[in-house]
């Protein structure tokens, strides 16, 4: 028996064609769906555990590199800024000083080295699987956190060392660590959208770091930058960050807030131009990473 196509006899089903899904890259300035985040906040915090591990993965000393670098550096300027060159403090023990601008600094320079090859370290992911890619240079900022800690615990034992008694000004203290990871994830941002479209950005970022030590009060106080120039210094996101901290814990005698106001003034500009330019080149990252 047959049944001719299209007769009134006809009992085959109709069948709708299944729908075709188009994916198009979006134009110009995308918007920023922060609460995308929020919804893959599973796959950040996975990443920030993976970051950790990855870390400290095959090493003899672990979590003790944290503490290490620091006071190695704490060490070296000590020596060589603090005794033979003589190099003001502000009236505080150099070492104490020192270490006390390191420790933020550390956790800057290296959230702001991991965040700019970011990318490029989960080249396979973001190749195959769709997730908003702000996730993986956030989270190689805040993976980050981990040493921070450990580094500032030892640094409040030789604050007390030393006989200072910080203030109630601790207190604000985590503040200027929240500034110190925008600070690291604004620039950050924008070295690593640039590092997947120019590779040679990746030579650059230790130079640039290197340099920025120098320019942020770590080895010399703020106070031998004239008033005049306080604000214009203070764009610098980590000098507000650095006597934000100096102020907090060794109590020092005047409030840095110019420099503070200037460097979160320029860390917010410089966030949220970052966001917007890594949104606006995240479209291509799959295809050039």
Known sequence: MSVTSGSCGDARPQVNPAPTIV????????????????SYRGLLAFLVSSNI???YKQTALGASWAVIQPVFSMVVFSIFFGRLAGISSDGHPYPVFAYCGLVPWVFFANALGQASSSLQAYEGVITKVFFPRLIVPL??????????????????????????RPTAAILILPLFALLAAAAALA????????????RDVRYTVPFIIQA???LTPIVYPTSIVPDRWQ??????????????????????????WTVVAASTLAVTVILVGGLFYFRRME????DVV
Do not use: C, Q
Not at 23 to 38: F, N, V
């Open 53 to 55: 591990k990855v870390r």
């Open 139 to 164: 989270s190689a900022v805040l993976g980050g956190l981990l040493d921070f800690v450990i580094s500032f615990a030892v640094l409040v034992v030789i604050v007390f060392a030393y006989g200072i």
């Open 212 to 214: 920025w030590l120098f």
């Open 283 to 286: 479209r291509t990252f799959a």
């Open 231 to 256: 604000f214009l210094y203070g764009l610098n996101p980590m000098v507000g960050v650095v006597e934000g901290f100096r102020w907090a814990l060794l109590g020092s005698a005047h409030a840095p």
């Open 187 to 198: 620039v950050g941002l924008w070295l690593a959208a640039l590092n997947v479209e120019y």
């Open 23 to 38: 994916l198009r890259a979006s134009g110009g300035w995308a918007p920023l769906k922060a609460g995308e985040l929020w």
